[in-house]
């Protein structure tokens, strides 16, 4: 049997790379930058360069490669077609045909949170179970959906985008996709943000968020966990609206586990009991008491799925 796999998440600023062995071993991880001039050009190449010198400084033949898995930040088809990732730049082109030109080995392909979704169910906080949703809050919100261990990514490549779900009609601000009153508005760490400055541009309440410079996510969980009652509202809020979205997920999906992973978990504790509050408030009663966790992978999540589409 083929010993080794690669493992690639295609990011925005870097590319990170990890070779790993068939059993799920980790042996060494790298990044390069993302070259997204001229839409992108040179990224496909920049792989390919990188993974041939890794297989040479290594001494490993191509022969003993099961395969490259790779995540995509956008839709993807389910034959490899990219249906636009503006982040690097690409428009429509199949992603597998384009590698296979330039390296001929087995190359699957899959959407970023999807496969870090797959990577925490590997190897991560879903380990363990077959039924995982995960999100991610960062500076946005992303998700992915798995079922009895396979990636649900629908029939555009959109399946487990959770960031836009509506979860507000009364919104008046665009979200960066186009809508108004997506969950990404809300639980994002951009969102978090936003919501506390309007909270407080609309009291009078003392907070001492009011005197924190360049205001974060983590300083309204770190006043929150302080009992600063404008930050314990924001909080709570996140925790309604994400514990509601993920309560509808449940009806759907029915996971044995949430996984919740981005930078905003890393507030730990206060975050999750939060959510999990609302949603067994809005639960139905078959679902109501799915285990949430938190990811354990962090940024490495996506070279994790990716080396597991493969396998």
């Not at 001229?38 to 040479?56: P, R």
């Not at 597998?96 to 949170?113: C, H, T, Y």
């Not at 108004?180 to 003392?206: M, P």
Request: net charge negative; with cysteine; aromatic share 6%.
């Amino acid at each position: 049997m083929k010993e080794y796999i690669f493992g690639i998440d295609i990011g925005g600023t870097t590319i990170k790379l990890g070779l790993f062995k068939n059993d799920g071993k980790l042996l060494d991880k790298w990044e390069i930058n993302t070259r997204k001039e001229l839409n992108g050009k040179y990224i496909i190449q920049d792989i390919v360069s990188t993974l041939e010198e890794k297989l040479k400084n290594k001494n490993i033949i191509k022969d003993d490669i099961m395969g490259i898995g790779i995540g995509v930040p956008g839709p993807i088809s389910e034959d490899g077609t990219v249906l636009m990732c503006v982040n690097i730049g690409w428009g429509v082109f199949n992603v597998v045909e384009e590698f296979q030109k330039l390296i001929n080995l087995p190359i699957k392909v899959s959407n970023d949170a999807n496969v870090a979704a797959l990577g925490e169910m590997w190897q991560g906080g879903g380990k363990g179970y077959e039924n995982v949703v995960m999100i991610t809050l960062g500076t946005g919100v992303g998700g992915g959906i798995i079922v009895n261990s396979k990636v649900i990514s629908g029939s555009h490549g959109a399946g487990g985008e959770i960031g836009h779900m509506n979860v507000s009609n009364n919104e008046t601000k665009m979200c960066g996709c186009g809508n108004k009153g997506c969950l990404e508005q809300y639980a994002s760490a951009t969102g978090i943000v936003r919501t506390a400055k309007e909270l407080l541009s609309n009291t009078t309440s003392s907070s001492r968020l009011r005197d924190v410079q360049n205001l974060s996510s983590k300083d309204i969980f770190d006043a929150a966990k302080n009992e600063d009652e404008l930050a314990i509202k924001v909080i709570d809020d996140l925790g309604d609206k994400l514990g509601t979205a993920l309560a509808h997920i449940s009806c759907i999906v029915d996971p044995e586990v949430f996984v919740i992973g981005g930078g905003v978990a890393n507030a730990g504790d206060i975050l999750i009991k939060t959510v999990q509050k609302y949603f067994r408030k809005n639960a139905f009663h078959a679902s109501i008491d799915t285990r949430f966790e938190l990811a354990k992978l962090g940024n490495d999540a996506g070279i994790y799925g990716a080396a597991k589409l493969i396998l």
